[in-house]
T-cell receptor, first 111, second 117 residues
């Protein structure tokens, strides 16, 4: 079954400390991986996608096909990073496709 | 605001009633998606349209659910004979498909929160 696993429902990190949000996926093909973020009282929005290899707001994520992981990292957490983070994937080359989401991780940055 | 809009933002209804939600996508976007999100879960796919054609429906979408996109612009999602289990946030997203494949960014609306009493 196609599935995304985010093992941590809640994660608290001190400001300035490194952040890592874990994501593993289950799919035998070549997926496209995404991280979406939802700040308080805002809509869900794309944070980054693996094919663009961009660093957005200091976050990066590397697709590891061997471990089927796409962990989100940031070296120094900031208070404005507090939000709900969802890992998601599509089946890639099939074109615009439904997103399969994980259950999300609520990140809280402690001042 | 030129983003995806949804109406209403909140809907409270009694079990057994019918409800209809509307989604207005970003104007040039040809794909439109509906997702449902329950407490503690990530969004789950329900259905999607390319222009006015409904291309895929999830098994989550029972016979009580119907979605339309009659002119390839806005879309409606109707739930007939609502049940308490239908209580959820219903999210709409839109994207612009590219002929070369790959997945374009889906832009989400604010959602419609349905409470069935």
């Amino acid at each position: 079954a196609q599935r995304v696993t985010q093992p941590e429902k809640l994660l608290s990190v001190f400001k300035g400390a490194p952040v890592e949000l874990k994501c593993n996926y289950s799919y035998s093909g070549s997926p496209e991986l995404f991280w979406y973020v939802q700040y308080s009282r805002q809509r869900l929005q794309l944070l980054l996608r693996h094919i663009s290899r961009e660093s957005i707001k200091g976050f990066t994520a590397d697709l590891n096909k061997g471990e089927t992981s796409f962990h989100l990292k940031k070296p120094f957490a900031q208070e404005e990073d507090s939000a709900m983070y969802y890992c998601a994937f599509t089946r890639g080359w099939f074109g615009n496709e439904k997103l399969t989401f994980g259950t999300g991780t609520r990140l809280t940055i402690i001042p | 605001d030129t983003g995806v809009s949804q109406d209403p933002r909140h809907k409270i209804t009694k079990r057994g009633q019918n409800v209809t939600f509307r989604c207005d996508p970003i104007s040039e976007h040809n794909r439109l998606y509906w997702y449902r999100q329950t407490l503690g879960q990530g969004p789950e796919f329900l259905t999607y349209f390319q222009n006015e054609a409904q291309l895929e429906k999830s098994r989550l979408l029972s016979d009580r659910f119907s979605a339309e996109r009659p002119k390839g612009s806005f879309s409606t999602l109707e739930i007939q004979r609502t049940e308490q289990g239908d209580s959820a946030m219903y999210l709409c997203a839109s994207s612009l498909s590219r002929s070369m494949g790959g997945t374009d960014t889906q832009y989400f609306g604010p959602g419609t929160r349905l409470t069935v009493l």
